[in-house]
Each structure stands twice: as C-alpha cells, then as structure tokens.
C-alpha cells in the first residue's frame, strides 16, 4: 500500500509555469513506475507523463511534450511534473497514479496500468 499526495497546483496566467509534487508514503517510491494525469470537467482522464523507476525511461503525450518534464527523486519518495508555457488547454486536476509492475512503454500511458493514485491538484490557466 502506498499514498500519494499532490500539491503545487494554482492558478496560473498562460505562458506561465508550475512545478508539481507527488509524495509518497507508506512504500518506497523507486518501486513503483509513476505517472501524472489530468482530468478536465466532463472530460476522461488523460495521460500526461510517466517516468520507470529508476528514472531511466520516461513518456509524454503529444500534447505537452516539449514543455513539460517528468524526474522523480527516489531518496525524498517524491515525483515531479515541471509544467511550462502552460495555456488554458491545460486546465485539469492534475493526478499521480503508482504502478508496481514492469515498466512497460506500451502500456505506460493507460490509466488501468496504475495500482494507486492520489487525489489530485487543481491547475488553472487563465487566458
């Protein structure tokens, strides 16, 4: 069993940047793969990045790449989202979900992949 809670959402201007935090508790974080998601009002939850355990291997959607960044820091049992050049496009709740399976870059980006999740950080961006 393992806890995760968000935090470092807010209210943003477009353009701007945000650095969220996924901490862990209960179980060491290096063994688990991590993702961060995103759900919009009336909208299904969406994949945003996830990272493999030790860091080695990370995946992005289409739609942040190139301005978000995934890293994790195993010794403080913590997982980050670096989110910049934010536009209202991103305006969700902002998730973290814990896979304690094989990294897997197939399947990384599916939501039934994850064992946990947190309950999520509100980001907005204002236009």
């Known amino acids: 069993q393992v806890q995760l809670v968000e935090s470092g959402g807010g209210l943003v201007q477009a353009g701007g940047s945000l650095r969220l935090s996924c901490a862990a508790s209960?179980?060491?974080?290096?063994?688990?793969?991590m993702g961060w998601f995103r759900q919009a009002p009336g909208k299904e939850r969406e994949f945003v990045a996830a990272?493999?355990?030790?860091?080695?291997?990370?995946k992005y959607a289409d739609s942040v790449k190139g301005r978000f960044t995934i890293s994790r820091d195993n010794a403080k049992n913590t997982v980050y989202l670096q989110m910049n050049t934010l536009n209202a496009e991103d305006t969700a709740v902002y998730l973290c979900?814990?896979?304690?399976?094989?990294?897997?870059?197939?399947?990384?980006?599916?939501?039934?992949?994850?064992?946990?999740w947190g309950q999520g950080t509100q980001v907005t961006v204002s236009s």
């Open positions: 979900g814990a896979d304690g399976k094989s990294y897997s870059g197939d399947y990384a980006f599916r939501s039934e992949r994850y064992d946990y």
């Open positions: 209960g179980r060491t974080l290096s063994t688990f793969n």
């Open positions: 990272i493999s355990k030790t860091g080695s291997f990370r």
